[in-house]
């Protein structure tokens, strides 16, 4: 299970852009966050993801409470986590190939020796051709970048991800090839996850529950 309980959260302290946010997800459920552009959601889903320390409240991952953030998260916990951002060029380091931006949370966290086995099953997943590989990320399209954005998340084989707008800079026929990606990795593995965005129609179908931002904070209740 993936707990958030009453979460405050922002980037000044004494004014939150999330107040007393609580929102669960129960393993090999996908759950979809709507809300209009601002409300916090990805503020909130970098909390999830550890990756944002908030204000108050507490984040509980399989029974086991954060007990710090980004760094001072332990890495049993960090790398539970699969994330996939909005846009890609942000999120990819430009002097990385692709193969090296794919495999890098193996470098820090994975056994060594596993990333040409775990790419080789990845890159044709997510839709990659292997000559894009020894590309740098200005070489590929964004829909190309954020495919080898979603190995990334994907080669730790995390039990929880987090998609934050994965898909708003793609057309229709590479957002619905990555939410396949997101989906055949979930059925394999049981993973949950959480996608956060303001396409109603798509979270719907993609989501076994979708919930709306202000249905979330205690107030609401
Ligand atoms: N690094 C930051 N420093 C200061 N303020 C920030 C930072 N990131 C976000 N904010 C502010 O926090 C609020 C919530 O932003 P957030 O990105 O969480 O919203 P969102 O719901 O994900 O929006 P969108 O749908 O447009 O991506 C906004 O007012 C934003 O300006």
Wanted: glycine share 8%; net charge positive; charged share 25%.
């Amino acid at each position: 299970m993936l707990e958030l309980t009453d979460i405050t959260a922002g980037y000044e302290r004494g004014s939150p852009v999330v107040r007393d946010v609580s929102l669960a997800v129960a393993p090999g459920e996908a759950v979809g966050l709507l809300g209009p552009s601002g409300c916090g959601k990805s503020t909130l889903a970098r909390v999830a993801a550890l990756l944002h320390r908030p204000e108050r409240g507490s984040v509980v991952v399989d029974g086991q409470a954060a007990p710090g953030w980004r760094h001072r998260a332990p890495r049993t916990l960090r790398t539970a986590f699969g994330v996939v951002f909005q846009q890609p060029r942000l999120a990819a380091d430009p002097r990385l190939r692709l193969a090296d931006l794919i495999a890098e949370p193996l470098r820090a966290a994975g056994p060594r020796g596993a990333a040409a086995e775990r790419l080789a099953e990845l890159v044709p997943r997510v839709g990659l051709s292997p000559e894009l590989l020894g590309r740098r990320p200005h070489e590929v399209s964004d829909g190309q970048l954020q495919r080898a954005c979603l190995a990334r998340a994907l080669i730790l084989r995390p039990r929880w991800l987090i998609c934050d707008e994965m898909t708003a800079m793609l057309d229709a026929s590479t957002t619905a090839a990555l939410v396949a990606v997101v989906e055949e990795y979930r059925s394999m593995t049981g993973a949950g996850l959480l996608a956060v965005g303001h396409d109603r129609v798509l979270l719907e179908r993609w989501c076994n529950r979708t919930v709306r931002w202000e249905s979330l904070t205690r107030d609401a209740s």
